[in-house]
Every structure is written in structure tokens, then in C-alpha cells.
């Protein structure tokens, strides 16, 4: 009772985000807090570096897509869906386990990061085989097959990834944003250098093949230098096992959320072909741009609100829900504007080739409400344990969104495809509510 009173007088964050008059309060009073401090330093690194990354991808992605044109960016389109499509497998559900294990355990850093990487990296190497010979099987025989092939051997490299965690857990965004800032420069000065010397989409799948590498070195670099030596990390069996039991209905969900997320591109080839993928693969690069902002809000407050369910209940549902209507704003304040102004960006960004993406992108950037809001739900139901229900509702997700895409692309095209995509997107947060130990989620959310 008394924490929640002091809740009450001190304002957090998120009260920061949701109470504008407390705007200038909260500074004077909050401003010299160590945590606040804190967070808010982390959370300044991590807008700093993707608001940077994201307009030097901007500059880059106009040069190259302007040259390549709306057929050979679609190759390269599906062959980074397809090959998507397999992610789950390499990644094993593990991330958000991780992370949540190492603010509960950092103590035990060292047994949890060279168990999570060693399962990572076996998994990375059976997943290019499954998706190599999936894709000899059912990909057209063309240039995605071999785009697919080169793409597909970055999954052993993106398990350096997990270093990431490794900072966040410790609010240390600095480090990883820095290297984030180095790679991104140098891939796109690199992608347009092969573009300006007409090098094509092969040379393009390449230096996505490079990109986990720069990251794993950069990782590497700062892990050492911040946290030690990596010589000290060591596979652990009980810990394995542990992460394995909490993750696997997470892989499930990776699966079914890879799925509704990549599917419609690959289904859009089959049903009508690559210049179409490149044409609605322009909007789908527009609008996930944003999904920066909720994902840095929702992923730097993650520990708060672990934290907050250790305290109080009520404290931990009154910050999911400041959290939640945080979310729903800032994807409203991104997609109106994306919407009235789709034009000007589709032909600022891509071009007037690309034209045909407009209604595409006025559909598809509302989806970032939905996603958004799945993202806030797979990090409650991680805190509560409660991974089995994260399968079930993306589940409901995936087959909403492929049910859709059948019925709606012959009829309207890639408009059809968008419109499914914004309906899956909404389904998991929705779905909550069919469950008894999700639904009081909802009604928490909800309640006066």
C-alpha cells in the first residue's frame, strides 16, 4: 500500500508520456534521479542511433530502389520474405527469455549468454539447410533461388544479436547503438557503390549477408571491453533446458508471426509476381519504419515493468496500462501523417514507378497499431509466464491473415493483401480476452 502510494506522488516515465501537464513538474522534480537518469540516457541512445539509421536507410533506399526499379526490388523482396519465413527456426524463440533472465539473474551473465549463443548457432545451421532445400523445392526457379541461397547463411552470424540483450539488460543502449550507427553508414554507402556501378541484386543479398557480420564483430568489440572477456561464457544444461521450456511455445509464435508477416509478399509472386512485390514491398519499407518508436518505448521499459510486478499488482497493471495507451498514440501520431502524405513519400523515397504502392501504403501503415499492441502483449504475457497463450493468438493471427490473402488478392490485388494484413495484425492483442489467464490483461486495461 505504501509503495503505491508513493507511486502515486512520484511520477514515472510513463506518467511523463501520458500526463502532458505533469510535463514540466516532472522535470524539475525528476530530472536529478539516478534512474531516471538512467533510463532516460538509454532510451536517448536508442532514438538517436535508429533516428539516424533510419534516415541514412532513407537516402540509400531512394537511390537504390529508383535504379533497380519496382521488378528487381521485388526479387530481392521475396527472397528476404522467404527466406524470413524460416527466421523462427534459427532464432528459437530464445530473445526475450534471455532478456528477461539476465535483469533476473546477473549473477549467472556468463552461463546464460554462452548457452543462449551456442543453441542459437547450432539451430542458425540447421535452419540454412531447411530453408535451401525448401526453396529448391517450392521457389521459382529464377534469381530469388539464388539471392534465397545467399541470404539464408546470415542466420549463423545473427546470433551474435544476442549481445544486444546483453546491454539492454544492463541499461547500457550506448554501446549497441554506436555499432548500429557504424554498420548501417557503411552497408548503404556499400549498397550504393554496387548500385551506382550497376552490380544488381546479387551484389545487394551479399552485403545483407555482411551486415550480421559487421554486427557480430562490433558486438564483440564492446562486449569485451564493457563486460570482459567472452572466454568465460560456458554452455550450461539445466540453464539450456530452462530457456528451451520457456521458449518453445515462443517458437511457435516466431513461426506463426513469421508466417502473417512475410506470407503475404510470397503469395502476391505466386499469385501475381515480382513487380508486384516490389511495388507493395515499398510500402511495407515505409510504414515498418516506424515501428521503431513503440518497439524502443515498449523494449527500454520492459524493466520497470518486471520490476513493478516484484513490487505491486496494482502498480504493474497501472504501468501496462499507461503503456499501452502510450503505444496507441504514438502509432496514431505516425500513421495519419504517413497516410495523408503517402504520395510525397512514395515518390520522395521510391519514385514515380512505384506509384502504383500508394493505396497499399495508406492501408498498411495502420497496421502498426496492431503491431504494436502485440508487441505489449508478448512482453506481459513473458513476465507472467504465460508463453503458451503468445502461441495460440498468433496462431489466430497467421491463419486470419493467410484465410484473408487467399480470398482478398485474387479480388483486389495487393490492396487485398494490405487489407489482410492490417486485420491479422489487430487479431493477437484482441484474443486476449478468449483467455482466462490473459483476459484480466484486458480488463485491466480497460478498467476506470
Known sequence: MEMEKQEQTNPTILDYLTNWRTFWTYLKEKARHPGVQKHSKNIGWIFTAKIASMVITFIAMAYIARNLGPMNYGEL????????????????????????????????????????LTLRIIASIATIIICISSALIFSPKDVSL??????????VFSSFQLLNYEFQAEVKAKYPSIVSLIVVLILNILKIVVIFYGKGVIYLALIVLL???????GFIYFRIKKFGTVKYWKFDGP?????????FPLIFASAF???????????????????????????????EVWYFIPNIIAGALFPTIINAKKTSEALYYKRIKKLFWVLIFVSLITALPTTILSKYLITIIFGTGFLGALTVLQIYVWSNIG????????????????????????????????????????KYGMAGAAFASLISYLIPFGSLILFKQSRKIIVNIFKK
Not at 539471392?147 to 546470415?154: C, D, N, R
Not at 503475404?264 to 519499407?285: F, P, T
Open 239 to 247: 540453464i539450456a533446458r530452462s530457456i528451451l521450456k520457456d521458449s
Open 257 to 287: 508471426f513469421a508466417i502473417y508477416a512475410r506470407i503475404d509478399q510470397v503469395m502476391i509472386k505466386n499469385m501475381m509476381n515480382a513487380e508486384s512485390v516490389g511495388l507493395y514491398g515499398s510500402a511495407v519499407a515505409i510504414s
Open 146 to 155: 539464388l539471392l534465397i541461397f545467399i541470404v539464408s547463411l546470415a542466420f
Open 371 to 410: 503491431a504494436a499492441l502485440n508487441m505489449l502483449a508478448q512482453q506481459i504475457l513473458v513476465a507472467e509466464n504465460l508463453t503458451k497463450i503468445i502461441s495460440m493468438t498468433t496462431f489466430l493471427g497467421m491463419i486470419t491473415n493467410i484465410v484473408l490473402n487467399i480470398f482478398l488478392i485474387p
Open 77 to 116: 523482396s521475396y527472397a528476404l520474405s522467404f527466406t524470413g519465413l524460416f527466421g523462427f527456426l534459427a532464432a528459437l524463440g530464445i530473445d526475450q527469455i534471455l532478456y528477461r533472465d539476465l535483469i533476473k539473474y546477473p549473477e549467472k551473465r556468463n552461463e546464460y549468454m554462452g548457452t543462449a
Open 211 to 217: 551486415e550480421p557480420i559487421l554486427y557480430a564483430v
